[in-house]
Every structure is written in structure tokens, then in C-alpha cells.
């Protein structure tokens, strides 16, 4: 039997690309979007595929339909978007969380949905596992999409808990690739934007500060590995690590400071005339971030494989074609 | 004018007093309660006073008034009460919050937000200062509580920063006193109840954790206090303060450890045959937590009054009237 899948925020960049492997594997595809960062040109190719479904709909509101899997990617998750309805952020993030949970509670579906890096804050302690708690401000202007998504986590642990519900989550590190919005101000879109258009590029802090850079196709290929899985092994797997809810770091461990990733742009670009600038770093601008894997390694025998140059190169094709 | 004031939660253990102080001052007082921890008995005497009124509501549902100032107590405080449906929970500090929240928006209400040490989690810095972000598991038993009451904070900073709403949070550090819950499952009333009972004393761990224990005038005077402060002149204190939001611990920082409570309270029960006995810990109890309470001083003149030996005096003779 064919499966059924939904996808919230699925026109985004996260979204666009899970869609697209999933038609690839066979399921019946609903795309639930409201369109504020995702867009139809993300899914133009899929609109005349059959078993594909566009809904514009906000995740906020309730809605029904019955589904083996539900996908909730739905949450603007760059700063520059967030921040411009810090209130909307917060609701879409607990909002719609709920309104996926209630309906999954009703019909059965299994739950996926893409917690964040951002839940461990501006993190005491390197690499993150999954058990470190975090460091969040409660009431930064970060603090929107940062204290949004750890109550979502908190919501699926608890329908988990108490009502049964499937639920699986992966918290996801910096991750880019073509569908990026080119104006969501993260430092991928940002370097390579700058760099095509001759201007410079803007370094935050001294730009000694690490991130880990995912190539969206090793992050896609996690979800579906974790999405295949067994019920049981899922349950057996997290009931002996005692983290309260079946939820898996998936990142690129590889460090680069954001130097050398600008720095690796203007390799890749070499007609650019762009050069580093200097600015200041933004309030609780997370200094270090690197994931601990070591559980995506054993629960799914799961690895990144596309190096940065390469994932760059892909990205940097993608820009190139609307810039 | 009178001041008219909304208490959501109000027959709680803090609404209550609140309601009567309130009323005392010259307030019209409306008091909204689901009734899920709160009970009629607790407003009792005020039924029949003409600026009173009684509203049988859940604050998660929208709701409807014109108040000058509306105060957010509602949402089940005691892990016994907050744990037996944590999803209810999250939704009553979000929710309601979100309700409250949107209400004064419209209506140009003043807000009070009892927020909650909780937020600091299993802290690691004593004692806790209001910049202090904390140390909470998102995906644990507490999580319900500490991470919906996070998440209100930051709608209260949200919606002041973006929509102006006047908003005054404290962060409420372990308060007693009469109207407590007798099955609260909180440590006073256990050790008051256990004692009169003629049952054991519990103590989780071995007793050495330490709490700071406020007596409900206290916090009363405190909330009162801040309430009543010009929009100026919180705005001027906070600014200075870069905290994101106006919020204040208020607490009693003396700390007394577990079992030095257990051990007044069988002082002052000399009739109680209750011994001490040992259990173990329950996850996530944080170890030690003690407020600082410099911004409380500077901004309110306040600093507790009523030593734990009075209060304790106070409620064992409340806990007396309903054994």
C-alpha cells in the first residue's frame, strides 16, 4: 500500500527536498505550506506529479486528514525571518506542534519532526549529546524560535509519554543546499550571495567562531532511515539511553571556522571581487557549535558523506540559477 | 477609579491571597479558575463582597473583559497536580498566557506573570540571579512545567518588545503558607500533613538539598509592589539592566536544608509521633536553589519579613482548621 505522508513547511528548503525523495520512494506526498518563507518555486516540478498534494494552509490552525507519517518541518528558522514576528515564531513552533500531535493522537500517524541545534542554546559543553540540557535565555530576541522549539520537544515527549504517540525527533545542525532562501541571512546564503553579487562579505565577531555545515542530502537520508524504522526498535533503542524521548543530533561534526568557510566560497568563486569585512556579533550569537553523532551512528548507521567543497559547489550551482 | 483587576487562577493558593489583598485595596476583583488545583473554599468569604466576582473558565480557552490589570496565576504548580496530565500543563502556561497575553493587547491591561525558579531548572550558578538562563531538560517529567513556563516568558518579552504591552514578571521561588494545597505534594504541606497524621516524614535524598521557603505575605506585598510601579520607571530600571523583559526574583534567600524544615516542623507539632524516614530522589529534583534578590531590593525597597519559624506557625494552624 501506497504511504501517506504530509509535510508542513514542505515548500521551504528542508521541506522542498524531503518531498521530492519521498515521491522518489513511492508515497503519496502532501505539501502544507502558508508560503510566509516557503515558496512555490521550491515545488514547481512536483505540482503535476499525481501523488503529490499542495495545501496552503498555517500549521497554526487545526486540520485534518489522514496520514501514515507527518512530517513537522513548519517554522521559519533563520534569525532574520523569525525575528520579524517574534510572536508568530512562538506559535508556530507550539501551535503547530500540537495541532500535529492532536491529529496524529486521532488518525495513528507516525511523527517526525525537525527540533534544532538551537535547543542546546550557546552550549558549555563540546561536542553536544543528546542528553545536555542547553543554555537558553528565556527572553532574548533569539529567544522566539530557541524557547518555541524546546517546548515543542517537550510536547512530543509528553503526547509520546502519556497518549502513545510514534513520535521521532532529530535536532538538526547547520545545514545548507540548493532551495536555500537566498535572504535568510545564514552565513552559507549570505557568503555565496555576496560573493556572486561582487560585494563583501561579512565576517560577525572575528569570524574564529566554529559552525558544522550538513549537506542536505546526508541530513534527508536520515530522516527516511529513522522514519523506517521499527516501532520496537525505536522504543528499545531510547528506553535503555533514558532520554525521554527518541531524539537523534544529525549534523556534519566537521568544524570550520566561519573564516574558512568564506574563505572556501572565494575559492569556488574565483571571478569574485568580494573581500572579508569585519562586523559586530549579534546578542546571544551561539559562539561554538559541533554535534556529538554518536547516536544517528548506531541507531541508523548513519554518517554525512558529501564533503564541503563538494556540498558548496551544489549550492553554489543552485545560486547561481536565481541570482 | 476603581481599579479593576482580573486574578486567572485566583482560587489557588497565591490567587486567593491575592484576591483578598486586592479587595482590601479598594479593587474590583474578578477571579477566573478552571477549578483543576484551585477550590471554591479558598474565596469563600469573598462570594458575597459586591466588588467581587467569581469566573468558572479555563485560560486556555479566549476569554473576554476589560480589566486595567490582569494577573496571570493560572497553571497547576505542584509535580503531583502538573504531572497528572503534562500536557494540559504546557498547553495552561502557553496557552493561557498567550490568551492573557492578547487580551491586554487589546485592552491596554497592565499584565503580572508569576513566572517561576523552575525556569532555572538544576542550576549551576547560587545564588540565582534574574540573567541567569538556566539548566532544564526539555524532554524530562518536569518539562510540562519548566519549559511551558519558559516559553511564557518569552511570549511576555515578545509581546512587550514588539506590541508594548506592560508586563511585570516575577520569578516566584517556593512559597507556603494557609490555602496551600494539603495534597500538593509540596514539602511543607507533606511534612505539616505527615506530622499531623501521625505518619513518617519523608525525606527524598538524604535531606541535605536546601530551598529557601517564603512566607505568601511576602510575595503578596511584592507583587503589589511592582504593580503599582509607573510604566517609566520600569521601563528606566530595566532598561539599564538588559534583562529583555521587567522580571524580578522574589523569594526568601535563607536556606534551610530538607531536613532542618522536618525538624521545626516536629517542634512545632511536639504532639506528632512522626519519624524521619529516607526515599529516593525523584528525577530531575534540582539539588539547591536560592534566589538573589538585589533587584527585588533596589527596585521595590522589599525584602522579606516573616521568619520561617512564624509562618510555619501560621500554616500549621491553617492546616489544623482542614485536617
Request: aromatic fraction near 8%.
Given at each position: ?21 519521498l515521491?522518489?520512494?513511492?508515497h ?16 514547481y ?18 486540520f ?8 513537522n ?13 517574534p ?15 492532536e ?16 535547543i ?21 530576541t ?8 524546546r ?17 521521532r ?6 545545514t ?41 542530502d546526508?541530513?534527508?537520508r536520515?530522516i527516511?532511515?529513522f ?29 570550520y571556522?566561519?573564516r ?13 571581487k ?12 551561539p559562539?561554538r557549535r ?17 564533503p ?16
Open positions: 500500500m501506497t504511504q501517506k505522508s504530509l509535510i508542513t513547511g514542505g515548500a521551504g528548503f528542508l521541506g522542498s527536498h524531503l518531498a521530492r525523495q515521491l522518489v520512494d513511492g503519496e506526498v502532501t505539501v502544507m505550506d502558508n508560503l510566509f518563507t516557503g515558496t512555490k518555486a521550491n515545488i516540478d512536483l505540482l503535476d506529479n499525481p501523488r503529490f498534494t499542495f495545501m496552503l494552509h498555517d500549521v497554526t490552525q487545526p485534518w486528514g489522514q496520514f501514515d507519517a507527518i512530517y518541518l513548519a517554522c521559519p528558522a533563520s534569525p532574520i525571518h523569525y525575528q520579524r514576528n510572536v508568530e515564531t512562538i506559535k508556530t513552533s507550539f501551535l503547530g506542534m500540537m495541532n500535529v500531535l491529529l496524529a493522537l486521532k488518525t495513528k500517524a507516525r511523527v517526525f519532526h525537525t527540533s534544532t541545534s538551537e542546546y542554546g550557546d552550549p558549555e559543553v563540546h561536542p553536544q549529546p543528546e542528553g545536555y540540557w542547553g543554555n537558553v535565555n528565556t527572553v532574548g533569539r529567544s522566539c524560535y530557541d524557547e518555541g522549539k517546548a515543542a520537544e517537550t510536547l512530543c515527549a509528553d503526547y509520546a509519554r502519556e497518549y502513545g504517540v510514534d513520535v525527533l532529530i535536532r538538526i545542525f547547520n545548507y543546499g540548493p532551495n536555500m532562501h537566498p535572504q535568510d541571512g545564514r552565513v552559507i546564503s549570505n557568503f555565496i550571495m555576496q560573493a556572486l553579487g561582487q560585494r563583501d562579505i561579512t565576517l560577525y565577531g572575528d569570524g574564529s567562531q566554529t559552525r558544522s555545515f550538513q549537506y542536505v546526508d541530513l534527508i536520515a527516511r532511515l522514519m523506517g524504522l521499527a516501532p520496537e526498535r525505536v522504543r528499545g533503542f531510547f528506553a535503555e539511553r533514558k532520554l525521554g524521548v527518541p531524539v537523534i543530533n544529525v549534523g556534519n561534526p566537521d568544524e571556522t566561519i574558512q568557510l568564506a574563505e572556501e566560497t572565494l575559492r569556488q568563486l574565483p571571478e569574485s568580494s573581500r572579508l569585512v569585519l562586523a559586530p556579533l549579534p546578542q546571544d550569537d559562539r559541533k554535534p556529538d553523532i554518536t547516536l544517528a551512528r548506531e541507531l541508523l548507521g548513519w554518517a554525512p558523506k558529501v564541503l567543497s563538494e556540498g558548496l559547489a551544489r549550492t553554489i550551482a543552485y545560486f547561481r540559477t536565481i541570482a
